[in-house]
């Protein structure tokens, strides 16, 4: 019996095995480079994971190897990036998942704008923006309004996202879009004024539980950097009951039966607004904190759910534990990560804080305007998500992240490429850092490389 997870968000692997230890089934990982998860895989006993080196980029070299997996029983497929290749080989293999039509659902922005419209669940449909046609701003204004959001159908992680709030920032967003590689298609919806949050659901038969809420503070308009999270947030009790009920309604709108997801939405003067739907649990240390503050092991839902079994998450008592905190480490200046100054400075500060690295030394780091440009993460906790938020962003300010400028030679216009993890931020963290060679908590093996796909 085996459980294959294809390629994983950064953070979350170590609580992910010792799930699968704990329900009998072990647990093998497909991975481009095993180096991007060292950070979790060499806190994990000898074989806890049995780590497979492939081209995950390759559909088939992955269908090879899950045909080749002894008695698997399930997949689990939880980054943006390998979300619908997941859905594919789930339903090739009959293995238990969500269809994998309402995964690719959810991975279009614009569709599931469309769809919670017609649910009677947002103010707006969205509108497609042609970015070759020079009438396009006069009909964006017209159909959606000012001020509004353009952005990528399919992005992750801040990218590609636009605030305009007259028409000259609206011509200015096209002509700067026409020049970028996106993902999906570009389309613009409102904008929705209110603080952020991300919910934490779980669905199981069409039934939604809220395990928590999480806050989502960002850098100041117009861009929109995440920079500090903390869970749970603590709504009143008839205010978070009417939260899980109209998430509900929004999950099932978009045909969505079961498996974690991560819902963001905005808090307006006319009720919460989705701003996207990512059909998996939340990145970077939304998962950690998850496991501490509810008091259990969330991540054997996520197996549970990939076995076909109604997780036991969905009617457990929750001990409950510590609030959780974390802010985002980004350089002042782009450049060559270097390293970071005044980790020895954490021990002596109140909340237990604690570095995850994502960057690895000489890493580029070109962009800061959104998520791909932290190299770790200050985490803290508290009795309140409130005290762990002070803590978490007291011991950042104690951190520096050093980066040299770029050489002739390192200006290689890479984008900062996604790895394993997706260099995508919070949703999907890139690899940790200093990961050399191969971890010890992982039994690696490697399979044929392909052209990719």
Not at 5 to 15: A, D, P, R, W, Y
Not at 185 to 205: D, I, K, M, N, Q
Not at 315 to 333: H, I, K, N, R, T
Request: with cysteine.
């Amino acid at each position: 019996m085996t459980v294959v997870c294809l390629e994983s968000l950064t953070f979350g692997l170590g609580h992910l095995s010792r799930a699968a230890a704990r329900l009998g089934e072990p647990l093998r990982l497909l991975t481009r480079d095993p180096a991007y998860y060292a950070y979790e895989l060499e806190r994990l006993p000898a074989g806890a994971v049995d780590v497979v080196e492939t081209e995950t980029f390759d559909t088939e070299l992955v269908a090879e190897q899950l045909g080749r997996t002894p008695d698997l029983r399930g997949l689990i497929s939880s980054t943006d990036t390998w979300m619908l290749v997941g859905a594919e080989l789930t339903a090739r293999f009959g293995l238990p998942g969500l269809a994998p039509a309402v995964l690719r659902l959810t991975r279009d922005k614009a569709a599931v704008r469309d769809r919670l419209f017609e649910a009677g669940l947002t103010r707006a449909r969205a509108a497609e923006a042609d970015r070759g046609d020079p009438a396009t701003a006069a009909l964006l204004v017209k159909t959606v309004g000012l001020p509004a959001i353009l952005k990528d159908t399919a992005g992750t992680g801040s990218q590609n996202v636009w605030l305009v709030r007259d028409e000259r920032e609206l011509d200015a967003a096209l002509a700067e879009a026409a020049g970028r590689q996106l993902k999906g298609r570009l389309f613009a919806e409102p904008y929705f004024s209110g603080p952020v949050y991300s919910a934490e659901t779980l669905t199981w038969a069409g039934r939604t539980r809220l395990l928590g809420v999480s806050s989502r503070l960002m850098s100041p308009e117009p861009h929109f950097r995440e920079e500090i999270t903390a869970f749970p947030v603590a709504f009143p009790q008839p205010r978070r009951d009417a939260l899980e009920q109209w998430l509900d309604r929004v999950l099932a709108a978009v045909g969505y039966t079961d498996r974690f997801a991560h819902v963001e939405f905005a808090l307006t003067t006319a009720g919460p607004e989705v701003v996207e739907i990512n059909p998996r649990i939340g990145g970077a240390l939304v998962g950690e904190g998850l496991c501490r503050a509810l008091g259990v092991n969330v991540y054997e839902a996520m197996v549970e759910a990939a076995l076909g079994s109604r997780p036991g998450l969905m009617d457990a008592v929750l001990p409950g534990g510590p609030a959780s905190a974390f802010v985002l480490g980004y350089p002042e200046e782009p450049g060559v990560f270097t390293g970071v100054d005044g980790l020895d400075r954490l021990p002596d500060m109140p909340g237990s804080p604690a570095w995850y690295p994502v960057k690895r030394t000489g890493d580029p780091v070109e962009h800061l305007g959104d998520s791909r440009g932290y190299a770790g993460i200050v985490y803290a906790e508290a009795e309140t998500a409130e005290l762990a938020t002070h803590c978490a962003v007291a011991a950042a300010n104690a951190v520096r992240v050093r980066t040299e400028p770029f050489r002739a030679a390192d200006a290689t216009g890479s984008g900062d490429a996604a790895g394993p993890g997706d260099a995508a931020g919070p949703a999907d963290a890139a690899g940790p850092a200093d990961a050399a060679g191969t971890a010890v908590g992982a039994t690696v093996s490697r399979a044929g490389q392909g052209s990719g796909g």
